[in-house]
Each structure stands twice: as structure tokens, then as C-alpha cells.
């Protein structure tokens, strides 16, 4: 245990240098973390990466189906008050817009009946 304050100094200066040390020797090299080396969306100009995912009535949505159309993609929860104060934001802005932009709200910690059954009271 250290006793004096040299000790401390010394001590406090190999664990920063052990500690830098196992920084540099775990990076992870940038194209093992992006493999097809394009820069990270989002980015003006660059297309959000594609995803499917069902829909509460079973059918599938592929975001790429959607392109050309701007696309809000949400992710909820029924128990979220946030969240539940922004839907007539989103309606509000999707009737001024005409439609013309998709709001896509995801929530993968609940179950679609109990989804569903909160999107027909709001």
C-alpha cells in the first residue's frame, strides 16, 4: 500500500499509463465496424439505411418502399407520457403536410394487441 505521497504519484501514473495503453490495443478498426466503408448515416445526401419490420396488421413495411416520401421514424412506448405528447404533434404536422410525409412509429417492447389498442384511442 502506498505510504507516501511519491508512492501516489507513482502508482496513479502506472495506472494511466496501463489504462491508455489497453485504450489503444482494444480499438476497433473503422472498416470492421463498416464493412461496405460508407460514411454513417444520417447525412445529408446519403440514404438512410433500409429495415423491415411487420406492421400491426400483419403486413410487412420495408423502408425502401418509401423512398422519395420524407419518413419520421419514431421508436415508443404506450407507457411513455413524451410519447404520448408528441402523436398530435405528428397527426398536426401530417395533416398540414397533406400526407405527404410518413410518420412510422416503432415499439418493440410490447405486445401488438397492446399496441394496437392504444393506436385506436389516439
Not at 33 to 45: D, H, L, T
Not at 79 to 108: T, Y
Request: net charge neutral; proline share 10%; with cysteine.
Amino acid at each position: 500500500m502506498p505510504r507516501t505521497r511519491f508512492d501516489w504519484i507513482v502508482l496513479t501514473s502506472v495506472f494511466a499509463l496501463v489504462g491508455g495503453a489497453w485504450t489503444l490495443a482494444s480499438r476497433v478498426p473503422a472498416e470492421a465496424i463498416n464493412p461496405a466503408g460508407k460514411p454513417p448515416a444520417p447525412q445529408v445526401g446519403y440514404l438512410a439505411p433500409d429495415f423491415t419490420a411487420k406492421t400491426l396488421t400483419g403486413k410487412t413495411f420495408t423502408l425502401r418502399e418509401a423512398r422519395g416520401t420524407p419518413v419520421v421514424l419514431n421508436f415508443w412506448a404506450t407507457w411513455c407520457p413524451p410519447c404520448r405528447a408528441e402523436i398530435p404533434q405528428f397527426e398536426s404536422i401530417w395533416k398540414e403536410r397533406g400526407g405527404a410525409v410518413m410518420f412510422v412509429g416503432v415499439d418493440v417492447g410490447e405486445s401488438p394487441g397492446l399496441v394496437l389498442l392504444f393506436a385506436q384511442d389516439f
